[in-house]
T-cell receptor, first 114, second 114 residues
Framework: AQSVTQPDIHITVSEGASLELRCNYS??????LFWYVQSPGQGLQLLLK??????LVQGIKGFEAEFKRSQSSFNLRKPSVHWSDAAEYFC????????????FGAGTILRVKS | EAQVTQNPRYLITVTGKKLTVTCSQN?????MSWYRQDPGLGLRQIYY???????DKGDVPEGYKVSRKEKRNFPLILESPSPNQTSLYFC?????????????FGDGTRLSIL
């Protein structure tokens, strides 16, 4: 079955520390990959996306993600976390093999401690 | 301002009482979709629509109906709501491009079915 795995349900980092959120997808020769962020009481905001080309993509709010086909991964990174980054982050995969939909991971809740 | 608008934002109702959650987008997007979000499960697609009068089931369509009579509107109908439909619901829309991936989300509708 199609699946997206975010192995970390919760992550806590100190403000100013670096961050990496993990995402693995189950299959797809040409996946379209996304990271979304959800602040409490809000909808989902697109952070970045990968369709093709350079495997390191830059997004909003200082985030970046790297697509590694050999590992079926699309990990999200940020060099220095700010308290306002505390939110829930969702990885999602789409593309031809996934039909007309996005398949979402279960989400990772990020807590930032000062 | 480009946006997806859902109403109501919150609703508490009782089992069996028909309800409709409205969704409207002002971006002239062809593709619209409904998701439900449950803890630990991420977002799961309920129904989607590729264009006016074209709708199809997602992963969890049971107990829901949709219609797409106008391009901008995509209401979600619960004919006979049950407690297992208590959830947070999101509407999303996108242009038909790059695999029709939803990129604009509404702020969500929290439904409680007693």
């Amino acid at each position: 079955a199609q699946s997206v795995t975010q192995p970390d349900i919760h992550i806590t980092v100190s403000e100013g520390a670096s961050l990496e959120l993990r995402c693995n997808y189950s299959y797809g020769a040409t996946p379209y990959l996304f990271w979304y962020v959800q602040s409490p009481g809000q909808g989902l905001q697109l952070l970045l996306k990968y369709f093709s080309g350079d495997t390191l993509v830059q997004g909003i709010k200082g985030f970046e993600a790297e697509f590694k086909r050999s590992q079926s991964s699309f990990n999200l990174r940020k060099p220095s976390v700010h308290w306002s980054d505390a939110a829930e982050y969702f990885c999602a995969v789409g593309g031809r093999e996934y039909g007309n939909k996005l398949v979402f991971g279960a989400g990772t809740i990020l807590r930032v401690k000062s | 301002e480009a946006q997806v608008t859902q109403n109501p934002r919150y609703l508490i109702t009782v089992t069996g009482k028909k309800l409709t959650v409205t969704c409207s987008q002002n971006m002239n997007h062809e593709y619209m979709s409904w998701y439900r979000q449950d803890p630990g499960l991420g977002l799961r697609q309920i129904y989607y629509s590729m264009n006016v009068e074209v709708t199809d089931k997602g992963d969890v369509p049971e107990g829901y109906k949709v219609s797409r009579k106008e391009k901008r509107n995509f209401p979600l109908i619960l004919e006979s709501p049950s407690p297992n439909q208590t959830s947070l619901y999101f509407c999303a829309s996108s242009k038909i491009d790059r695999g029709h991936q939803p990129q604009h989300f509404g702020d969500g509708t929290r439904l409680s079915i007693l």
